[in-house]
């Protein structure tokens, strides 16, 4: 390490996708948020969409808002890493704009159902590491629901009918993290995004640095 306390190590590193996936209460929101907050070399990625903008949301920072015909054009031509339809209305992520990301050493985060992280990890394999986000209890997700007071009763039954199947779908992660404490969850998070960076394969100009270091210790010896 240098004296400005800055590594001397010319390492660079690949970028690499996190996705998070949690029923709906679980607290992926506002882990998100600050995770995005703590990571400056993380950026969230946007989706497509075919559904015209709501007040108040922006182009490019929402949403990117196409025509269905773009929408196709990107689909079929293998510019979308994953794709839905809801409601009549299309969405996905664009690959274009990961791929960059991640040439620069910069992580993007996903925030898709467990539909959409297989989609993302059939494209992206190495690159994309996923994480499931658990309440502690039904009864505590219930009580979150409630406390958004978002949500009338029915629709609540329903958010917890749909927790149900998309809990079913843990196992598929590689990662589990149980939100009972919001900072330590978010800790956790940070702990796996850290510990992924540090992989062998993501470390671009590792083996060189190792030759290096192996030449040079093999001169010091022969002094």
């Not at 590594?7 to 709906?24: A, D």
């Not at 600050?34 to 108040?56: A, C, F, H, K």
């Not at 993302?120 to 629901?145: H, M, N, Q, Y």
Request: with cysteine.
């Amino acid at each position: 390490m240098s004296q400005d306390g800055k590594s001397r190590v010319p390492l660079k590193r690949r970028g690499l996708g996190m996705i998070i996936s949690s029923p709906s209460g679980a607290g992926k929101t506002t882990i998100s948020r600050m995770l995005l907050d703590s990571e400056p070399s993380m950026e969230m990625s946007v989706s497509v969409t075919t559904r015209p903008p709501r007040p108040g949301e922006v182009d490019g920072r929402d949403y990117h808002f196409v025509s269905r015909e773009e929408f196709e054009r990107m689909r079929d031509g293998g510019g979308l890493l994953e794709w839905a339809e809801v409601f009549g209305n299309f969405y996905g992520t664009p690959r274009e704009k990961v791929e960059a990301a991640f040439e620069q050493g910069r992580d993007v985060l996903f925030d898709v159902d467990w539909q959409g992280a297989q989609q993302i990890v059939e494209a992206l394999r190495c690159d994309v590491v996923t994480v499931f986000l658990l309440p502690p209890s039904g009864r505590d997700l219930r009580e979150r629901l409630e406390r958004r007071a978002q949500d009338p009763a029915e629709v609540i039954q329903r958010r917890m009918a749909g927790a149900a199947g998309e809990i079913a779908h843990w196992a598929e992660y590689q990662y589990v993290v149980i939100n009972d404490v919001l900072e330590e969850a978010l800790a956790d998070i940070r702990a796996i995004l850290r510990a992924e960076h540090l992989k062998r394969e993501r470390r671009q100009g590792l083996s060189a640095f190792a030759r290096g270091l192996i030449e040079e210790l093999h001169q010091l010896g022969e002094l």
